[in-house]
């Protein structure tokens, strides 16, 4: 069952990461992102961990249970994208977005939330019962 949600959380890191590539090479953001292999396998790992915290809210926490697929997809990603960019930015990964323009907001935060619908289908596909144990 896990490699479901595994494969799930794959294809969104991996179209999370074509929008935000996609909008630097035509010139709408200016994140500064680039995409080595050692950089995709972090990306990657990242967007399992972020799924997999998801997948534990939605098993702990009712009230989140009673959301709109799509809203929650959309909120984690907000989320995801608040916490996972800065974090970047300190390491000298990227530019924050806020200081990069509106171009570069708007396209990384899409593809957040873009990332964060994926995982939510997913998980709401394969269901949230269950233990992570």
Same mark, same amino acid.
């Given at each position: ?24 090479? !035509? ?6 992102? %680039? /995409? ?7 990306? #990657? *790992? @990242? ?39 800065? !974090? ?6 990227? %530019? /924050? ?7 570069? #907001? *708007? @396209? ?26």
């Amino acid at each position: 069952m896990y490699a479901k949600y595994s494969v799930g959380f794959l294809i969104g890191s991996l179209v999370q990461a074509g929008i935000v590539l996609l909008a630097e090479a !035509i010139g709408i953001s200016r994140l500064g992102a %680039r /995409l080595t292999l050692g950089q995709l396998a972090l990306h #990657i *790992l @990242a967007g399992q961990a972020a799924g997999y915290i998801l997948l534990l809210l939605l098993r702990k926490v009712e009230t989140i249970q009673k959301w709109n697929t799509t809203l929650t997809g959309a909120v984690w990603g907000l989320i995801v994208w608040a916490i996972v960019i800065p !974090i970047n930015a300190v390491q000298g990964k990227v %530019r /924050l977005p806020w200081e990069a323009g509106i171009g570069t #907001i *708007l @396209a990384s935060s899409i593809a957040f939330i873009v990332f964060g619908i994926i995982t939510a289908y997913t998980i709401k596909h394969y269901g949230y019962e269950g233990n992570l144990a």
